[in-house]
């Protein structure tokens, strides 16, 4: 879901524009987008993995098998950047969805660069253990604190 629309309950042509630009990062990485964490192995999110490889350059890992004898590199390269462009923080760095499909339609054109997505800065603290056969617990490290292990929830605890 879009940012602005968890925060505010907007929902706008921008923010499907952000849905296009994840669902288009899912059918070419050939992943989901959990937007959870402990999914991952390395404790980081679909959006986080796709930007730690466009950082470094190599976003190709990242391709889907299925996709590899499909596509040439450059093409696949561009529907990372453009789902990247799509799925920016801030809906006015979205570009429309014409420009996104003349970005996807000509070759030789140079693309401007992503700003970071959102929500890849969220840490797991049982991303490396989850479905490991451990216990997912939602007890904080510390008894006096009320909040979960995911410091994004408050629990608390009454007898009947």
Avoid at 2 to 10: K, L, M, N, R, S
């Amino acid at each position: 879901m879009a940012p602005e629309y968890i925060v505010h309950g907007q929902l706008t042509e921008k923010a499907d524009i952000y849905s296009y630009g994840v669902l288009v990062l899912e059918i070419i990485t050939g992943r989901k987008n959990h937007n959870s964490v402990a999914s991952s192995a390395k404790g980081l999110s679909l959006m986080a993995l796709i930007w730690k490889h466009y950082n470094a350059g190599t976003m190709m890992e990242l391709l889907d098998p299925n996709l590899q004898e499909e596509c040439s590199e450059r093409e696949a390269v561009k529907v990372f950047h453009v789902g990247l462009l799509c799925a920016q923080a801030s809906p006015n760095l979205r570009p429309p969805m014409w420009k996104v499909v003349e970005m996807l339609g000509r070759g030789d054109r140079v693309l401007p660069r992503p700003t970071e997505p959102p929500f890849i800065d969220v840490k797991g603290s049982n991303a490396n253990s989850y479905g490991s056969g451990s216990s997912f617990s939602l007890k904080s490290n510390s008894d006096k604190s009320p909040f979960s292990t995911n410091q994004l929830s408050v629990s608390g605890v009454q007898a009947r």
